[in-house]
């Protein structure tokens, strides 16, 4: 490749200018061949390496089953749908990097960014810079689209949020308080901003709704942390009615796992936002029942047959049931394909925008008809953000309980003019 | 007579020719585009000269001084959040907030260095990377600040210099290649000075240079700082490229990928980490595109590089040059004084 031209020669000068002559021709004719091509080239920045690279790689698994199935039943106006993805490694520079590449090598003309937070905020900037479509389907930081000094006419989110799950979550945990008089609360969440700003929303909300409730204390371990015994025995030691734990992915797992030693949930009600992503919960070995957790994923809620079908569908690409990450993508997608459609296949940023602002779309995820996509501040609402509790065998996570969208979006609304937002 | 000065001590010999060299690059640099408008070479070469400019810098200690520094990415990341919250607050001109940003991150390394280089050795190398885990960990909890995380968010405003828009991309990569040649050269000029000769001194032999009468110590931390601010150049860089500084830009790995560069390119010739930049950049770039174990791709290309040729690319066609010219060297005509032995282990490890 170039690197090798251009490195491992003697450097006179013509033979400098012919080896950078050449990787400029090689990272240049993608370019032209793009904009020569038939399909609609979309471009997946995602995380596709290292620890949370199932957010990745489910991602990029639900946009191929969607550009499939798409492609299937005709395309785009006889165009058909293009991915390319691309791993960040989780670093938001390379995350830019990436998107660059992807919309000025590539010919991408539009952004599904599979970002975590961090990265998607840079890829956002990028949007800024270079308006064509971008959709984010992962990041739940709420700033990302409620901020509006960060808005940015191209870009939307087609993904859950911090601050609509935190006023679910405090109203769920609110009325279990109510139910069996747990009073003596504690917390253990992984100490970085996410978790910490989590912790803090879904207490807020929790205590909105039932101002008995009472922190008696909080232990903050280490992201990625791999032993949580210090936790627990403070826990034990604290002897708490209930917990909530923001912790997500591998760290949860553990955390299940060791606590089931201790046999914590004997005595302890858990509430946990991120226990119901079906990987976290198929890869503990013995799920305690019981467990209170945020809907991240259910093949059986919402109970429609499209759901179910999206989710079989699913597991023959990936081998493995949806993510939270992968519905969303799924989501995004077809937010996508319905506004190149009614654009005409235009895939102008400014053109697709416009489509995509109050679209209603009815998804397989929608709790009632349809999901939305808000006008105001790009974002989608009426999607699930129901808790439920864990049974020990698939579907894992039963009775789930849903909160009144027009409840969520009041409160947010609150929240929006606290933080100076509105 | 000290190797590099003029007989007047004025001005030296070398400094015509590397600025004409440093010309000769920037024109090509500026050129490029215009051959090849690709919007990707542009943004590749910015991602160059940006992380170029880190392992410049971190060789000035490594290859110069023999000060192997684990936590020079602080100093990177450092340029580049003092430059992108000046700019957010919109009350200065991005010459300003570049001032301030090269002389933010100074003050600041001049604080760490006077603590660090009174260490030796693996001693110096662990409290770099204690002091550079500490600004991560700054960055990281100054939520209110820096953004955690998350990043600094909202974009860094590219207000017009001289006339010029940096929003456009064109006049932002001229921009960007501009600076980044006037920095290469400062530091061929700080690596040809007096000053440069006496940190090889002390690179070789610290205890002979301080019997000489030279400050060390002085020494040292005058490196350090100035390594630093070129090092921040290289993070504003990129904060102005991606609109955005990140904690990423000060963890480990950061220090680790310009000690790679290092490694790759080789420290006896000047630019030798800027060839090991290019060569690391552009595997990360088509490696990442066909392959997400870029990780393995890359680690056994480091493998074959450090076992096999056990010095960086850019030293074995030094050391091939100077074997090719040894032999003319030692051919002498009648009556002629011996040449002086050039061979690897007279150079091996240093920086010409």
């Known amino acids: 490749m170039g690197t090798n031209t251009v490195s491992g020669r003697a450097p006179s000068r013509r033979q400098v200018l012919g080896g950078l002559a050449a990787g400029a021709a090689v990272t240049g004719f993608p370019h032209i061949a793009g904009a020569q091509a038939k399909a609609i080239r979309v471009g997946m920045p995602t995380i596709l390496s290292g620890r949370v690279a199932i957010l990745g790689t489910s991602s990029r698994a639900a946009a191929q089953l969607a550009f499939r199935q798409i492609n299937e039943a005709g395309g785009i106006n006889g165009r058909t749908l293009e991915l390319i993805d691309r791993d960040s490694k989780g670093r938001p520079d390379e995350a830019a990097k990436v998107t660059r590449d992807l919309i000025n090598n590539d010919g991408c003309e539009i952004i599904i960014d599979g970002e975590a937070s961090s990265g998607a905020f840079a890829?956002?900037?990028?949007?800024?810079?270079?308006?064509?479509?971008?959709?984010?389907?992962?990041?739940?930081?709420?700033?990302?689209?409620a901020d509006p000094k960060l808005h940015v006419k191209t870009a939307f989110r087609c993904a859950r949020q911090g601050i609509h799950d935190a006023v679910a979550g405090g109203t769920y945990a609110a009325r279990i308080a109510k139910q069996k008089g747990l009073k003596r609360w504690m917390t253990c969440s992984p100490d970085y901003a996410y978790g910490r700003d989590n912790t803090a929303e879904f207490l807020e909300f929790a205590k909105v709704f039932e101002p008995s409730i009472e922190t008696v204390d909080q232990v903050w371990p280490k992201l990625f942390a791999p032993d949580y015994t210090e936790s627990i025995t403070k826990i034990l030691q604290t002897k708490p009615q209930a917990v909530y734990s923001a912790l997500w992915g591998g760290d949860l797992v553990a955390f299940i796992e060791q606590s089931n030693l201790y046999r914590l949930f004997n005595s302890i009600t858990m509430f946990s936002g991120g226990l119901g992503d079906p990987p976290v919960l198929t890869a503990i070995k013995q799920l305690p029942p019981g467990l209170n957790t945020a809907y991240r994923y259910n093949?059986?809620?919402?109970?429609?047959?499209?759901?179910?079908?999206?989710?079989?569908?699913?597991?023959k690409i990936a081998g493995h049931e949806p993510t939270n990450w992968a519905w969303q993508t799924y989501l995004a997608c077809q937010f996508m394909a319905e506004a190149l459609k009614r654009t005409g296949g235009r895939t102008e940023g400014t053109a697709l925008a416009g489509a995509l602002k109050g679209m209603t779309l009815p998804a397989p995820f929608a709790v009632g008809d349809a999901i939305t996509m808000r006008d105001t501040d790009h974002t989608i609402i009426g999607y699930p953000v129901a808790w439920g509790r864990t049974v020990p065998k698939a579907p894992f996570v039963e009775d789930f309980s849903d909160v009144d969208w027009s409840k969520i979006v009041e409160l947010e609304a609150q929240w929006k003019k606290s933080k100076g937002y509105a | 007579m000290r190797p590099g000065l003029s007989p007047a001590g004025l001005r030296r010999p070398g400094l015509a020719r590397d600025v004409a060299i440093a010309l000769t690059g920037l024109a090509l640099l500026l050129a490029l585009p215009m051959a090849f408008p690709a919007p990707a070479l542009r943004d590749f070469l910015i991602y160059f000269f940006a992380y170029g400019l880190l392992a410049m810098s971190l060789n000035l200690l490594v290859g110069l001084t023999g000060l192997v520094s684990f936590g020079h990415a602080a100093y990177f990341a450092t340029g580049a959040y003092v430059f992108g919250l000046l700019m957010q607050t919109g009350r200065v001109s991005?010459?300003?907030?570049?001032?301030?940003?090269v002389g933010g991150t100074a003050l600041v390394a001049l604080v760490i260095g006077a603590i660090c280089v009174r260490l030796k050795e693996i001693y110096f190398s662990f409290i770099t990377l204690a002091f550079q885990m500490f600004i991560h960990s700054v960055i990281v909890t100054w939520v209110s600040l820096t953004g955690g995380d998350q990043g600094l968010r909202g974009g860094i405003p590219r207000p017009p210099v001289l006339g010029l828009d940096l929003n456009d991309a064109r006049t932002l990569y001229g921009a960007c290649a501009v600076v980044f040649v006037l920095c290469i050269l400062a530091m061929r000029q700080v690596s040809?000075?007096?000053f440069g000769y006496t940190l090889r001194m002390i690179r070789d032999n610290p205890a002979r240079a301080n019997f000489l009468g030279v400050d060390v110590t002085a020494m040292k931390l005058g490196i350090f700082v100035f390594a630093a601010a070129m090092a921040s150049v290289g993070g504003l860089i990129l904060a102005l490229f991606v609109s955005g500084a990140y904690p990423e830009f000060a963890f480990w790995t950061t220090s680790g990928e310009a000690i790679f560069m290092i490694m790759l390119g080789g420290i006896k010739i000047f630019l030798g980490p800027l060839v090991g930049t290019l060569l690391l950049q552009t595997l990360n770039h088509f490696v990442t595109i066909y392959t997400e174990h870029h990780g393995l791709v890359l680690g056994t290309?480091?493998?074959?590089?450090?076992l096999g040729l056990r010095r960086g690319l850019a030293d074995v066609l030094f050391d091939w040059l100077q074997a090719r010219r040894a032999p003319r060297a030692a051919g002498p005509a009648p009556g002629s004084l011996e040449a002086e032995p050039i061979g690897d282990g007279a150079l091996k490890g240093r920086t010409v």
């Open chain 1, 299 to 315: 093949r059986n809620y919402p109970a429609k047959p499209a759901n179910a079908a999206f989710a079989d569908a699913f597991a």
């Open chain 1, 123 to 145: 890829v956002h900037e990028v949007i800024r810079d270079l308006p064509v479509l971008c959709l984010h389907t992962c990041s739940e930081t709420s700033s990302l689209s």
């Open chain 2, 192 to 194: 040809q000075s007096p």
């Open chain 2, 94 to 101: 991005i010459p300003v907030g570049v001032l301030a940003a």
């Open chain 2, 301 to 306: 290309v480091i493998l074959v590089i450090v």
